[in-house]
Structures are given as structure tokens and as C-alpha cells.
């Protein structure tokens, strides 16, 4: 090639596992929803009393402590949720099964939590939610599985946190009289 010849056209390099994905809508979107979300779920946490924290909820398995760990908790099973739609298949337990795992890991996992260790917790997992997000590629949005007797797509699994905390928050301010 010399001065005077155009240099050959190069084909954009897709992003890989270590590059993350170009901004795209659908990611810059979920990102400002988990980014409320999150700010949201410490407003919570930091409204709620010591006597708050040890009272039932409008969730009958649940109390404050225990709906607030679980939020910080759940999150931690987005990228196992991304997993799954991306091979098409998603672990589908009985609901029975699924029910009493839920509220026993909640009530085991969240003994001796506080506002602070929940609140780190909830950070922790919110930050490898982000990391999963970036690992998404464009034409992966709308892959889907079953997952938990649920058809849920990648988009579907992320979008889930904001309304899962909805469901919770509404629980716990029912319990405190709130709502």
C-alpha cells in the first residue's frame, strides 16, 4: 500500500468477554433503572428504625429484616438467570420446592443482619449486576428460558430487580403501616 492507496476496509471487532458491549438503549436504560433501584432500596434501608427492622412485614413468611436481606440477596442470582436464557433452558424446580428454599435460605441467611451489612450486601451484588450487564450483547436481549416456572428473557431477568423490590417495598411499608 502506498501514500495514494485507501487502506482496506476493516470490519469492527464485535466486543469479547474482556471488552465490554457498545452503549446501547436497552443497556443505558436498565443501567438508570438499577441505579434507582438501588438508591431507592437505601432509602429504605436507612428510613427504617431499629424497632422497624425486628417487625412483620405485609409478607406473612417474612419481617423487615429478613424482606431486606432477601432483596440483597436475590440479586446475586442475575447472572445464573442470564446463564440460562442464553443456553435456552433454566432450572425449573417445583414451586412447592422453590417456596420452601426461598423462605428458609431468607430466614437462615438473614440472622444477625443489620442496616449496614444488608446495605453492603445489596452493593456487593448490585455491582456484579452491572458486570453482567456489560456482558451482554446486543442480540441477546431477547434470548429466553424458563426459569423458576417463569418465561423470562436476558432483558426480562434484569428489568426483575426493580420490580422485585417494588413487591418488597410495598410489603414492608404495609407491615409498618406505611403504604
Known sequence: MSDTE???????TAPTESTPSPASPTRESIRAELEATKTQYHALRNSLSEEDWKQKSGNPSWNVR???WHMSWAN????QGVESCRKGKGTNPPNWIADFGNTWITRIGSRGATRESVGEK???SHAKVLAALEGVQEDEWQKGARVFNQDLTIE?????IREHFKEHERDIKK?????
Open 6 to 12: 485507501p487502506a482496506a476496509p476493516t470490519e469492527p
Open 66 to 68: 429478613q424482606l431486606m
Open 76 to 79: 446475586g442470582y442475575t447472572m
Open 122 to 124: 445489596y452493593d456487593e
Open 156 to 160: 426480562k431477568i434484569f428489568r426483575s
Open 175 to 179: 407491615g409498618l403501616g406505611r403504604a
